[in-house]
């Protein structure tokens, strides 16, 4: 079991879940991502694609200037499949929402 940091401070939605997603494959059963960040949607935004995902949200700690670090643990071993759904934003404003689009959809959008 290992503990990987991932400093997300300064990039904001949906940069910090994209990050995420880009390092997950590189995570075995066990290991656990600390994520730095400070975007205002940040924890809400790391407990979905953790929902959606099937991750474990272990931690999260508020460690002042709006700043948080969140601890995810991957049980199930990440799969190509999953990265096997892209996570698509729609950002209004303040307010982001985090859709999945399968692969057969991705391939018909081009």
Known sequence: MAVEVLDTLGQKCPQPVLKIAVKAPDMKQGDILEVLGDC???????????????????????EGQ????????FYAEASTRGVMCIIAWQCRGRRCAATRVSPVERELKG
């Open 40 to 62: 205002p949607t940040f924890e809400k935004d790391v407990r979905t694609w953790c929902e959606r995902l099937g991750k474990v949200f272990l931690s999260v700690k508020d």
């Open 66 to 73: 709006n700043k948080k670090r969140i601890q995810i643990q």
